[in-house]
């Protein structure tokens, strides 16, 4: 893909707004992602941190407001004036760079492990089976899965499900990567060695955007904390500082129910 | 009265002649009904409010009437308004047409197992809908689609013998048409059921073999 001029952020949302009827999912949302920066998304249930990342990756568009990523924009240029399905071609070239990890893995069961990373590449990106697959077991050893790849789904943990994931989003080469709550629908005992995989690629430079619960995570690996509350950001820069000190008081009795709640 | 099947090697060709029809009408029903059905349960589940009640009218239409009437329709009523077909390509098309709404309502259950994070993990990847579709949406339709399928098929198998109404010599008829002239039903229909049910059970060996694709390929987790 073409990369942003040094400087210009990786990913740009500009007001952002989504309503689903009566409710205001997103109110105004803009947020700049530098690249290799790793963001973490705090807020309540239903504040908005899931609409935010499908309108990133326009999985569901945004009523208003625009997005960037790698410099290109959602949807190509608007003065181009193109067609419904040339909009929608664009589209699909446009979520191919980026890379979204969802709460429930959803790997294709009906796949193998390494059918799940070549599928894409191949059918998306035009590569030849051969390249997709070497790309994927490279992948899959990242991951600490390299003896899996003829597992299918199924019959592997929760855990080892989502770092599947994580590598066929990977196998996308992605310019950016989303995560969507991804440790929490894990148990407890299968958490770290996801976040393990997500470290090492905060690590390796990728440019993270994670909705999370794990304090911890968010504290250790992202360059900067967000709160969302009601489909705003109330507040956003260095995690221990937010984590220490809110400013806002909602972020501030957010943290207290989670404190509590022992998480 | 004493069975002698001998006959049967008197009045084979007759017989093969027929269970031929009678696998051509088969095959050729379902090769059409098949894609058709996908196509009227994607209808069925359509943004246009016009396709979906449409086509939910048809169904309702094409599945509560007798088959033979529907043959009727396209062997006898078609021609008035000047199309003409040889008797087996007016079956295939009249059998089709039911089916076509009977397996729409198959696919339709199927699709609608398919978790919707299925369609959006494909979308985030920025496989087109069609690709999606046919490699990633319909092969997981396959646990909850292939038992009523394969039922359905079987029907189609047996109701080829209506056929023989418009003048396609497939088994069944055949088979009449030998023992009107030999004066031997017993032995003749026994032959006959014996071929209906070697050919049921390759569509049951089908079934068998789709379920064990399937066993390790289970959905994760149902949502
Ligand atoms: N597809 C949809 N249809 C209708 N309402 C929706 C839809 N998606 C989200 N919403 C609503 O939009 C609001 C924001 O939802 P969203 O899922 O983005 O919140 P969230 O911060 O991710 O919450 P959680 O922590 O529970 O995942 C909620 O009120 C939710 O009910
Ligand atoms: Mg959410």
């Known amino acids: 893909m073409t990369t942003a001029s040094t400087g210009d952020p990786m990913v740009r949302a500009v007001d952002l707004h989504k309503r689903f009827g009566p409710v205001t999912a997103l109110d105004g949302v803009s947020l700049d992602v530098a690249a290799g920066e790793v963001v973490a998304i705090i807020g309540a249930s239903g504040s908005g941190k899931s609409t935010?990342?499908?309108?990133?990756?326009?999985?569901?568009?945004?009523?208003?407001?625009?997005?960037?990523?790698?410099?290109?924009?959602?949807?190509?240029?608007?003065?181009a004036r193109l067609s419904r399905r040339a909009v929608e071609a664009d589209l699909r070239r446009f979520r191919a760079d980026i890379g979204m990890v969802f709460q429930h893995f959803n790997l294709f069961p009906h796949f193998s492990v390494l059918q799940n990373l070549i599928e894409a590449p191949m059918a998306v990106r035009g590569r030849s089976r051969a390249e997709a697959t070497e790309h994927a077991r490279a992948l899959l050893a990242q991951v600490g899965l390299a003896d899996k790849e003829k597992a299918f789904p199924a019959e592997l943990s929760g855990g080892q499900q989502q770092r599947v994931a994580i590598a066929r989003a990977l196998a996308m080469k992605p310019a950016v990567m989303l995560f969507d709550e991804p440790t929490s629908a894990l148990d407890p005992e299968l958490v770290d060695e996801v976040l393990r995989v997500m470290r090492d690629?905060?690590?390796?430079?990728?440019?993270?955007?994670?909705?999370?619960?794990?304090?911890?995570?968010?504290?250790?690996?992202?360059?900067?904390?967000?709160?969302?509350?009601?489909?705003?950001?109330?507040?956003?820069?260095?995690?221990?500082?937010?984590?220490?000190t809110p400013q806002h008081e909602r972020t501030r009795s957010f943290l207290q129910r989670l404190l509590r709640r022992g998480a | 009265m004493k069975l002698d099947f001998s006959i049967l090697t008197v009045v084979w060709p007759a017989l093969l002649n027929g269970t031929l029809v009678t696998i051509a009408l088969t095959l050729s029903v379902l090769a059409i009904a098949t894609p058709l059905g996908i196509l009227v349960a994607l209808g069925r589940g359509a943004r246009s409010s016009a396709l979906r009640s449409g086509l939910a009218a048809a169904?309702?239409?094409?599945?509560?009437?007798?088959?033979?009437?529907?043959?009727?329709?396209?062997?006898?009523?078609?021609?008035?308004?000047?199309?003409?077909?040889?008797?087996?390509?007016?079956?295939?098309?009249?059998?089709?047409?039911?089916?076509a709404f009977y397996f729409g309502e198959v696919f339709r259950s199927g699709l609608l197992s398919v978790p919707a994070g299925q369609w959006r993990a494909a979308e985030a990847l920025g496989l087109s809908p069609v690709h999606t579709l046919l490699r990633i949406v319909l092969p997981q339709t396959l646990p909850a689609a292939l038992p009523p399928y394969i039922s359905h098929a079987t029907e189609v198998l047996k109701g080829t013998a209506l056929a023989a109404a418009v003048a396609v010599p497939e088994l069944t008829s055949a088979a009449k048409q030998v023992f009107v002239v030999t004066y031997r039903p017993f032995e003749i229909l026994i032959a006959a059921a014996a071929i209906y049910a070697v050919l049921d059970s390759a569509l049951l060996l089908l079934q068998w073999r789709g379920e064990r694709w399937a066993a390790r390929r289970r959905a994760v987790r149902p949502r």
């Open chain 2, 59 to 99: 169904s309702w239409v094409f599945r509560g009437v007798p088959p033979l009437l529907i043959l009727f329709f396209a062997f006898f009523a078609l021609p008035v308004v000047g199309v003409k077909l040889p008797p087996l390509p007016s079956a295939i098309i009249a059998m089709s047409a039911y089916m």
């Open chain 1, 201 to 244: 690629l905060a690590r390796q430079g990728m440019t993270m955007l994670v909705v999370t619960h794990e304090m911890s995570f968010a504290e250790d690996v992202a360059d900067r904390l967000v709160f969302f509350d009601r489909g705003r950001i109330v507040e956003s820069g260095p995690p221990r500082e937010i984590l220490r």
């Open chain 1, 52 to 79: 935010l990342l499908s309108c990133l990756n326009h999985l569901s568009p945004p009523d208003k407001g625009e997005v960037w990523v790698g410099g290109k924009r959602a949807g190509g240029d608007p003065a």
